[in-house]
């Protein structure tokens, strides 16, 4: 449907805006990580400041 030109011209921005989401979800932003659930973090030492 993109590559042909007479839907192109139909396209408004809201409807490419629309479409972003197919182009972008392949990509992960923020890295890939492996989640240990037997591991704990060593926070000894680590001040953890009160919400807010």
Known sequence: MLRDAAWR???SAADRRGLT???WSHL???GRFELDMN???EL???ALSPPG
């Open 21 to 23: 989401a197919l182009f």
């Open 28 to 30: 992960n932003l923020y």
């Open 9 to 11: 011209k139909r396209l």
């Open 44 to 46: 000894d030492g680590v």
């Open 39 to 41: 591991r704990h973090l």
